[in-house]
T-cell receptor, first 116, second 118 residues
Framework: ETGVTQTPRHLVMGMTNKKSLKCEQHLGHNAMYWYKQSAKKPLELMFVYSLEERVENNSVPSRFSPECPNSSHLFLHLHTLQPEDSALYLC???????????????FGNGTRLTVT | AQKITQTQPGMFVQEKEAVTLDCTYDTSDPSYGLFWYKQPSSGEMIFLIYQGSYDQQNATEGRYSLNFQKARKSANLVISASQLGDSAMYFCAMREGRKQTGANNLFFGTGTRLTVIP
């Protein structure tokens, strides 16, 4: 198993659909993250979970709803998205508390989301 | 202000040559970590190398080394003996040590696209 696995790899959805992105980490880490990567923009942190508790929510619209049922799994529930939400969504995990500045993040392959 | 600045949108290097990718950062926190990631076309962000603000020596990992100049706030990545598989986007990132809003954030630059020419 690779360290951080994301499914699906690609997702096309209409603006009225509801879908979920899944992330699973096999590294024994206790912090997990969602990032959004849009063309020609730096990666944007969306959510951070540390020990299954949400510790950061970077003013993300409510149409994105994260869920972290345990330290190995992270979901991003999507509903009534807009075309500008089309992007690559990356999940990551790290060791230690979410604020340890020397802990590298380990990323998954990402989900390429297209909203039509 | 930008936390991380990468001024080279694209770079070309001949196979087997060395290349330097530039990164400057901005922070007033004495404790911070600097990271470089590689992103191939597949999308995965691959962690390459880490440098801590208190580290006395420049970090090295195989063909990757980090030229850390603290006074200049620069953390350039040097790739030696370039290979075709090194062609990818490269991102510099920083994490600050202060426990405050954003302390969990890994700030990324806009990246440099490296192309290795056979």
């Amino acid at each position: 198993e690779t360290g951080v696995t994301q499914t699906p790899r690609h997702l096309v959805m209409g603006m009225t659909n509801k879908k979920s992105l899944k992330c699973e980490q096999h590294l024994g880490h206790n912090a997990m993250y969602w990032y959004k990567q849009s063309a020609k923009k730096p990666l944007e942190l969306m959510f951070v979970y540390s020990l299954e508790e949400r510790v950061e929510n970077n003013s993300v619209p409510s149409r994105f709803s994260p869920e972290c049922p345990n330290s190995s799994h992270l979901f991003l529930h999507l509903h009534t998205l807009q075309p500008e939400d089309s992007a690559l969504y990356l999940c990551a995990s790290s060791q230690g508390q979410g604020s340890s500045y020397n802990s590298p993040l380990h990323f998954g392959n990402g989900t390429r989301l297209t909203v039509t | 202000a930008q936390k991380i600045t990468q001024t080279q949108p694209g770079m070309f290097v001949q196979e087997k040559e060395a290349v330097t990718l530039d990164c400057t950062y901005d922070t007033s926190d004495p404790s911070y970590g600097l990271f470089w990631y590689k992103q191939p076309s597949s999308g995965e962000m691959i962690f390459l190398i880490y440098q801590g603000s208190y580290d006395q020596q420049n970090a090295t990992e195989g063909r990757y080394s980090l030229n850390f100049q603290k006074a200049r706030k620069s953390a350039n990545l040097v790739i030696s003996a370039s290979q075709l598989g090194d062609s990818a986007m490269y991102f510099c990132a920083m994490r600050e040590g202060r426990k405050q809003t954003g302390a969990n954030n890994l700030f990324f630059g806009t990246g440099t696209r490296l192309t290795v020419i056979p």
